[in-house]
Each structure stands twice: as structure tokens, then as C-alpha cells.
């Protein structure tokens, strides 16, 4: 038998159907797979039980030909989504023994259409960094090496467990969100696929708020074909989240034509920042070049206001933190470090309850909102974050898409950009515009760096226009042929 | 305009309220959790208004619309465009870490109630804006010694904070605004203006000046729940300002308390310190925006409210001014007076209404809703009087039995046998009776005494146990002390 770790969801999908295997033996090979990856420290809970129950469950409708999309396939839970009863941290201390009474929705969808769940995974504490490394359970670390180089590196962050999980065989696939590049940076750093939806795509019900207007639950796979598959099941209007789109869910897998003939694909002008690395430059290239292999055509663009974006981020993100993150008084749930008096409470709630990373974002939003500040920071951030979505509105009279590198560089090490906060927002330069317009972007492994470490190329669509992303992050995917697998491969190590 | 006497001269007190008015509505603003008064701590809570990790808040359209009913009620600005604000403060009985508020732009803009005040004139108060925002929970810390309880219940209610401008001059017409306030309310439907179950709360703000003067500094006096308090609240707090004024001191803007006991006010909290509410647009909701159809489809379903019903009450019923105001300020009242004036003589009923009946219902502690004597009993009654059955003094005996028991007037009239005697053979003997018994009376009537008049028809009714018409006795008795 193949091995089953080792197939996409597609694989798997099909495998299931053509009674090749059983969802039992596939979980189960999963659930040894997340036993075997516990020195990466990708997950903070395991439910093996949950999910071999869930497989038995499966083979039943599979047996009675009542399979559902996802049906038996065992995915991953990034823990910032609430699932019931079962554990649920945001990697933070002050959410200690905190079992949601709720599913969030995506998860939920997920359930519906037949996932088994494996266990919830690290992330960067209230998903806020890219590294993670910010977790109270410890850092996750990468399943892969430089080349000549034994140090632990970064998974990339927020979504880190789910990359290193995903990236390991760990699971077929994995929930990411993303508020300013958590599942496309990570998905870049590891070399897999990462999508992050047009706001609105999917419900933020249930998953633990960071930046309100910017949150967007997507999936994290190792092929394009899966996160078309995995992006229909999470997808899909909510009436429990106010901003959550009333738009049909197209079958995004059928939209994988492998033709692009014709499509303009915009090449932003902006994005050669200063120092970019030179392999950097040329991996996008290639994929400049594969494009238009492939009969697009890519078009210079302008995005004028791009240079502004990480500032702006870094203003209405923490912000909009600094107000969700007040519902952490130790009244109701996770941690209460008991004080003299109500005030006391809090303060030492909230100072044991909070790691660094995220006190320095609860402060820095709270001082952008303050009386005095608010039109000089908040205020003037909104105004710009608009200039920054219409930059993409003038594009998109010119072009379908954009097309740009994930990020300025290969994964980092543990450690190696902690003590400089700002070299580790940069980052996100790539990616933040894309969450402050609300539109959607994947990230596709293109190649590796000099450093032997993956790298990606970054595909931005018109807001609800994941299909055509889609579409263009198959032909790349096709073209960069990547096959480098990870040092660190679950059962393989 | 009454100004207060100062020991440096006359003082202008100038006060502008807020009233938090509890929407009428089955379930919270953002959430589906209901909102009955009195449930047992913490059972009316869902995850939303506890503020439980990830979850979120979807405005209930009911809210919204008896908020724009209210505000079309205060012949106030309807803003199709409007955006919730979180207010951001930490508080135990505050699960979120801030309120869901309307800072910036408010459903509703400016508006007007008029007040018609006991000398008969009106004033006009402006509305100032009416914004939605949710209700804290309640902490409660009378339960035991070294702790507070939370009840939850109240999180999340839907609250409607309805500002004036500073238009008002007195106590007596901050009272009158917020009577106005709460039967415009009351006849809406979209509050129950219940003070005491604190369903309708009020912050005072007051400040005094020299007339002509720039506005003072103001001081905010907080949750006094009832009218009688406001009036107390604003005497007290303007008299202080003027002494401390007086005195050459200043007023400190600050937040004070009423206390209720001793009829004063003091500050709320020594190291009131200044709080930053760091309002900002609320990103789990979108913009509030309503279709002006929608807006004129509610405006289409308002209710007479009472400034048109006493216009109409004086109009079609010829009632006085002060009647009419009487009648309409409780829309119970104005329809009961109307079932029982319609076809009738309405000036007859509009008197038994405000006269036997509210000193009746006054007297046995009952609202109009629960009054023993139905509409259609009184003007049954009223019926009785019109067709001689029943003499005005005789109607006030079957009302009082009415009271007591509830029973129909045609019932009293014939189990009591209190019909009126109109047979004028009947009456004749009656006089006849008396005069004859009476003879020097009459010798003094006949020679001038006038006055005696009286007398005899108190002898007459005496005999026929009040039953005889007035009418007929007095002309068959005039007559019969002529001849």
C-alpha cells in the first residue's frame, strides 16, 4: 500500500472511494503520523480517539455510498478556532482549561462534509507574529533544514503548527487564518500551498478574533487542487457574523482549468523593494516567465500606496487586538490570578496571562486609540488602508490578478529575530496589503533558496475571485514542479 | 423663565438629561438571548453576551426598529447611514471590555417634544440625537462579604439613550420632559418607561449661570430612578452650585450620585479618573443602513401620539385643553375615554373619567387597565342619565356600587331599585306630603323666604329615597308653592 500520510486530499478522496483503503487505516495512519511529528511541537492537542471515532463513522457512509466532500479525510485545527469541548488556547496562557460550549462555523462546515479531526495546532500566541515562537506551549519548529545547517527554524507564523504539520505528512491538510500574511508566510517557509480567502469568504464565527476587519480562516495543503477542495467546505455566508459575505460558493476545484491563455496577470513595480534578495528577484521571475509560458500576460502595475501598508497594519491591527483582547479579565474563563481588588485582578491576570508579543500589540493599539492620538494614528491608518484598496481597484481595471513573491526571504531561526520585533514585521510586507484591501491571495511553493530552504510566489485576486487565483496557482504549481520534501518527514525520520 | 435667588443676585439653572430607555423586544440587540425582567442570575446569557472567545454580534432588526419608530415619534431626523462604536472600558459586569455604542452618527438626530406646563404654555425641548447601544450586566455586591456576583442577564439588552439639549430651566420641566418623554415612549410601544424596574434610567446634567451668561460647568448627576428624584436631584444640585459659586469657589465637572435618602447629591467616586473611552468603529459590524422605504413603511404603522390625540380630543370632542392633556397622557386613558365618549355626551364623560373613575381607581391603587368598571359599563351608565333613568346623584350611587362589585348599571339600577321616578303623579304626592306637613315653611316661602326652596327639595328627595328628577320636582314644586 502507498503510503497514506503521503497523499493530497485529492489522493485520499479517491483512494477512499475506490475502497482502496479504509478511512479507519488512513486515520489511523495519521494519527501515528501526529504521534511521530511531537518533537516539531506542531500540535497542542491530539484527539486521536475523536478522530478514529469520527473514521469509523465515515466508513459507514462510505459503505452505504453516502460520502460527503471531505468524507473520512483527516485535517488539522489551527487552535484558534473553538471546538467543543475540546480544548481550545490561542496558544496563550490566560485561556488555560478553556473548552468551548460552541463549534466555530468553519470548523463545523468542516465536520459536515465528513473531516475527522486530528488535534489542534500551535500557533504564534493570538496568532499574532510569524515565527511561532510567540506560544505559550513553546515554539513550533520547521520539519526542514538549510542546507549544512542544523538549526531549528521558524515553521513561519501565525500558522506555523498547521504548516509544520501539513508540510511533515502530519495531516492532508490544515486550517490557517490569516491577518496579515499567517497562512501565506508560513505556507512559503515550509513549501506548501496556503490560501487566504476575500474577507467575508469565510464566517469568523467561532474562531478566536485577533484584528476583526482583517481575520480570514483558509486552508493550508500540499497541493493546489486540495486547497480548492478544502477552501469549498470551510467557505460559505453566515448569518452569525455580520461580515461574513452573502456570495455562492463556486466548486473552486472545477474552476482548475490549467488555462490561463489571455488572463492579465499584474507585476507590481512596487514590490522590488530595497534589498530584495536576489533570489527572490529571480523566483519571481520564473514565475513571471512560466505565466507566460502558459499564454498570460503579465502587465506592470502600480501600487503606489504598498510602501505604507506595513505601518498601517501595524496601527489598526493592534488596535482592533488591544479591544478584542479585553474579554481576558479572568471573570469568566481561563486563567484568574486573584487580586485585592477588581483592578488587581486584571493586572496580574493579564500580565501572567499575556506573553510579550502580545502586551507590546495591546499596548501599542491601545495608545493609537487614545484620546489625542486617534486621527493621528487610527484614523489617518483607515484613510490610508482605503488609498491601499483603491490601488488594487485602479489595477484590476488593467488585470485579473497579481502576481508577487510571498515574502522578502527563506525561513529564519529560532530565535533569530525575536529580540527585533521590526525585522520580523517586515515579514509581512508581501502580504499585509492584500489582508487591508480584503482581497483574496495564495501562496504556491515556486523553488527553494540558495539557503536549500522553500520559497513561494504570491497570486492576488480580485475580492470573491479565488477561482481565478486558483487557477493560476495550478499552472505555477505545474510549471515549478516542486518536489523538495522536508528533513523532517513523519515516519520517514 | 424661574430663576433661582442667589446672595449675589439671580441664577439660571440649565439642565439637559439622558434617558437609557429599554427597548421593547423579545431578544438582546446582538444576540437571541431573551430579556424578561426578574428571570432568576444568569439564565437569559448566551455566549455573545457573556463574551465568550469568538464570538459575535448581529443586530437584531426588531431594536432597530423601534429605535427609528421612536425617533420618527420625536418628529426627530431618521439617519439612513449610521455605525456602532465600541466604548471601551474594563468593568466586571462588562464581558466584552467595552459597549457596543453609537459615538459618531446615531440611528436617529435631532428632534423635539413639547411640554405643556401647568400654567398652560409650552415649551419645545430639543431632541438631541437617539443612539442604540447595549446594556452592561449587574454586579452585585450585597451577596456576600469579600465578594461581587455578576448577573448577566441584562449584558446585551437593547438600550436606546436618548439625549436632550440643555433647553430646560427647572425642575418642573425636566419632570414634565421626562412624563412626555416616557408616554411618547409608552404609546410607541418601544419602552415601558418603568423607572423603578429600571427599565427607563436617566442622567441629569445641571449647571447654573448668570442669565445671559455662558453655559457654566455642568455636573452629571447619574441613575436617579424617578421622576420625583430628577426634580429633588436638580433643586439640590443647582442650589450647591450656586453656593459653592457664591462662595467663590468653581465647578469641578464631575460625575455625582443622588442619594435618595438624604435628598443631596455627591460625587461618584473620589479618584474619578478621567476615563478614555477610545471609541472606534465596531469591525464585527458593518455599517447600519436603512432603506428609506423601510423607514417610511414604520412611520406608516406610528400611532396617534399624544400631542395629535389632545388636539383631536379638543377638536372633535370639545373638551378644554387641561382635560384633554389629562386624558391623553396615558394612552389607556384616552382610549377608555373615548369608548366610553363616543355617541355620548363627551364632556359628561370626559368629567366621570377624570372625576369618580381615576378617584376611584387612585383610591383602590389600580391602573386604568384593571379598572372594575369597564368602558362600556360607564357608558352604559352615562346611557342611563341620558334617558332619565338615572339622575346625576343617583349615578354616583351606581358607579360606587359599580366599583364595588363590578356588575352592570342596569343591574345596580333594578337589584337596588334606584331608578329615577319621572311619574309626575307620584312626585306630586310626594310635595304634597311635604307641604302639607310643612305649613309654616311654606307661610315663610310665600312671604320671601326664597331660600327655603331648598329645603323643600331636600324634604322631597328624602321621602323619595333621591329617586325623584330633579327636574320634574323642582317645576311641580315651584308651581305648587306659587299657587
Redesign the interface.
Known amino acids: 500500500m502507498t503510503n497514506l500520510t503521503d497523499l493530497t486530499i485529492a489522493e485520499a478522496r479517491d483512494g477512499l472511494a475506490a475502497k482502496r483503503f479504509t478511512a479507519r487505516e488512513l486515520t489511523a495512519a495519521h494519527v501515528a503520523a501526529v504521534e511521530a511529528v511531537r518533537p516539531l511541537n506542531a500540535f497542542i492537542t491530539e484527539t486521536p480517539e475523536l478522530a478514529l471515532a469520527q473514521a469509523e463513522s465515515s466508513d459507514a457512509r462510505l459503505l452505504r455510498g453516502e460520502a460527503r466532500p471531505l468524507e473520512g479525510l483527516p485535517l488539522a485545527i489551527k487552535d484558534l478556532?473553538?471546538t467543543k469541548e475540546v480544548l481550545?488556547t490561542?496558544a496563550s496562557h490566560i485561556?488555560d482549561g478553556?473548552k468551548?460550549?460552541?463549534e466555530?462555523t468553519v470548523t463545523q462546515n468542516l465536520w459536515d462534509a465528513g473531516a475527522v479531526m486530528l488535534g489542534k495546532l500551535n500557533l504564534d500566541e493570538f496568532a499574532m507574529g510569524s515565527s511561532t515562537t510567540t506560544s505559550f506551549y513553546g515554539p513550533t519548529e520547521s520539519p526542514w533544514r538549510r542546507d549544512g545547517d542544523n538549526r531549528a527554524l521558524v515553521p513561519g507564523g501565525s500558522s506555523g503548527g498547521s504548516a509544520a504539520a501539513v508540510a511533515a505528512r502530519a495531516a492532508l491538510g490544515a486550517t490557517g487564518t490569516d491577518t496579515g500574511g499567517s497562512i501565506r508566510q508560513p505556507a512559503s517557509f515550509v513549501g506548501i500551498v496556503g490560501l487566504k480567502p476575500t474577507y467575508g469568504r469565510c464566517s469568523?464565527?467561532?474562531?478566536?478574533?485577533f484584528?476583526?476587519?482583517l481575520d480570514q480562516a483558509g486552508p493550508m495543503t500540499r497541493s493546489v487542487r486540495d486547497a480548492a477542495i478544502m477552501l469549498k467546505a470551510m467557505a460559505g455566508h453566515d448569518?452569525?457574523?455580520?461580515?461574513s459575505a452573502p456570495q455562492a460558493v463556486p466548486d473552486f476545484e472545477a474552476a482548475l482549468s490549467g488555462d490561463i491563455r489571455g488572463l492579465k496577470i499584474g507585476i507590481p513595480k512596487e514590490y522590488r523593494v530595497d534589498g530584495m534578495k536576489r533570489e527572490i528577484e529571480a523566483l519571481w521571475q520564473r514565475g513571471i516567465d512560466w505565466i507566460k509560458d502558459a499564454g498570460a500576460e503579465p502587465v506592470e502595475i502600480s501600487l503606489p500606496m504598498t510602501k505604507y501598508a506595513l505601518a498601517t497594519y501595524y496601527i489598526i491591527a493592534p488596535?482592533?487586538a488591544?479591544?478584542n483582547?479585553?474579554?481576558y479579565?479572568g471573570?469568566?474563563?481561563g486563567l484568574r490570578v486573584p487580586g485585592k481588588t477588581?483592578?488587581e485582578m486584571?493586572e496580574l491576570t493579564r500580565a501572567e496571562g499575556f506573553g510579550a508579543e502580545v502586551q507590546r500589540r495591546i499596548l501599542i493599539g491601545?495608545y493609537v486609540?487614545?484620546?489625542g492620538y486617534?486621527d493621528a494614528y487610527?484614523l489617518k491608518a483607515q484613510r490610508v488602508r482605503t488609498l491601499i484598496a483603491r490601488d488594487f481597484a485602479e489595477a484590476y481595471k488593467q488585470v485579473e490578478c497579481i502576481l508577487t513573491p510571498t515574502t522578502p526571504s527563506t525561513a529564519f531561526a529560532i530565535g533569530e529575530k525575536s529580540d527585533d520585533p521590526i525585522a520580523m514585521y517586515l515579514n509581512d510586507v508581501f502580504t499585509v496589503p492584500v489582508n487591508l484591501a480584503g482581497l483574496p491571495g495564495i501562496s504556491v511553493p515556486a523553488g527553494l533558496g540558495e539557503d536549500g530552504l522553500p520559497l513561494g510566489l504570491q497570486v492576488i485576486g480580485r475580492a470573491f475571485d479565488e477561482a481565478t487565483i486558483l487557477r493560476v496557482a495550478g499552472v505555477i504549481e505545474r510549471a515549478a514542479g516542486f518536489t523538495a520534501r522536508p528533513q523532517f518527514l513523519a515516519g520517514r525520520s | 423663565m424661574s430663576l433661582i435667588e442667589g446672595r449675589t443676585g439671580e441664577w439660571e439653572v440649565v439642565i439637559g438629561l439622558e434617558v437609557h430607555a429599554q427597548i421593547i423586544s423579545n431578544a438582546k440587540l446582538f444576540s437571541g438571548a431573551a430579556t424578561a425582567f426578574g428571570a432568576e442570575p444568569n439564565t437569559q446569557v448566551s455566549p455573545v453576551d457573556a463574551g465568550f472567545p469568538g464570538m459575535l454580534p448581529v443586530i437584531n432588526r426588531r431594536c432597530v426598529e423601534q429605535a427609528v419608530k421612536t425617533g420618527l415619534g420625536l418628529a426627530a431626523r431618521i439617519n439612513l447611514h449610521s455605525v456602532f462604536d465600541r466604548k471601551n472600558y474594563f468593568y466586571a459586569d462588562l464581558p466584552q471590555g467595552y459597549q457596543i455604542s453609537q459615538y459618531l452618527t446615531p440611528v436617529v438626530g435631532k428632534g423635539s417634544i413639547i411640554l405643556d406646563m401647568p400654567d398652560g404654555s409650552a415649551r419645545e425641548i430639543g431632541i438631541t440625537r437617539l443612539h442604540l447601544e447595549q446594556d452592561a450586566g449587574k454586579s452585585l455586591h450585597d451577596q456576600q462579604a469579600t465578594s461581587t456576583y455578576v448577573d448577566l442577564n441584562r449584558s446585551g439588552v437593547g438600550l436606546m439613550e436618548i439625549v436632550s439639549e440643555p433647553d430646560m430651566r427647572t425642575a418642573e420641566e425636566a419632570g414634565a420632559y421626562l412624563r412626555k418623554l416616557r408616554s411618547i415612549l409608552r404609546y410607541l410601544g418601544t419602552c415601558d418607561g418603568n423607572m423603578e424596574e429600571g427599565s427607563m434610567r436617566c442622567d441629569v446634567n445641571v449647571s447654573v449661570r448668570k442669565p445671559g451668561a455662558p453655559l457654566g460647568t455642568r455636573c452629571e448627576i447619574k441613575n436617579v430612578n424617578s421622576v420625583r428624584f430628577v426634580m429633588l436631584a436638580i433643586d439640590y444640585e443647582a442650589r450647591r452650585q450656586v453656593e459653592v459659586l457664591e462662595d467663590g469657589g468653581e465647578i469641578r465637572q464631575e460625575t455625582r450620585l443622588f442619594d435618595s435618602g438624604r435628598g443631596t447629591t455627591r460625587p461618584m467616586r473620589s479618584k474619578e479618573n478621567a476615563h478614555d473611552y477610545r471609541y472606534f468603529p465596531d469591525p464585527d459590524l458593518l455599517p447600519l443602513i436603512l432603506d428609506p422605504a423601510w423607514v417610511e413603511g414604520i412611520k406608516r404603522t406610528l400611532p396617534e401620539l399624544p400631542d395629535a390625540k389632545k388636539s383631536r380630543f379638543v377638536r372633535d370632542y370639545g373638551l378644554s385643553v387641561e382635560d384633554a392633556g389629562v386624558l391623553v397622557a396615558e394612552q389607556e386613558s384616552a382610549d377608555y375615554f373615548e369608548a366610553v365618549a363616543r355617541g355620548r355626551d363627551a364632556k359628561l364623560a370626559a368629567n366621570w373619567v377624570m372625576g369618580d373613575l381615576f378617584g376611584a381607581l387612585n383610591r383602590l391603587g389600580r391602573r386604568i387597565e384593571d379598572s372594575p368598571v369597564s368602558a362600556a359599563g360607564l357608558g352604559e351608565m352615562i346611557d342611563l342619565i341620558a334617558d332619565g333613568t338615572l339622575s346625576g346623584r343617583l349615578a354616583k350611587d351606581v358607579f360606587a356600587g359599580m366599583v364595588e362589585t363590578g356588575a352592570s348599571p342596569a343591574a345596580i339600577v333594578e337589584e337596588r331599585g334606584l331608578r329615577q321616578v319621572t311619574d309626575t303623579g307620584e312626585i306630586e304626592t310626594a310635595i304634597d306630603a311635604v307641604l302639607a306637613a310643612n305649613g309654616d315653611k311654606v307661610a315663610e316661602y310665600r312671604s320671601g323666604k326664597d331660600k327655603l326652596f331648598g329645603f323643600f327639595v331636600g324634604q322631597v328627595m328624602k321621602a323619595t329615597q333621591g329617586k325623584a328628577n330633579p327636574a320634574t320636582l323642582n317645576e311641580i314644586l315651584r308651581n305648587k308653592l306659587a299657587g
Open positions: 478556532f473553538c481550545t490561542a485561556l478553556f468551548p460550549p460552541y466555530s469568523r464565527w467561532g474562531t478566536i478574533a484584528a476583526s476587519s448569518p452569525k457574523d455580520s461580515t488596535a482592533e488591544s479591544s483582547l479585553a474579554r479579565d471573570v469568566r474563563f477588581l483592578d486584571y491601545t486609540l487614545s484620546a486617534y487610527y
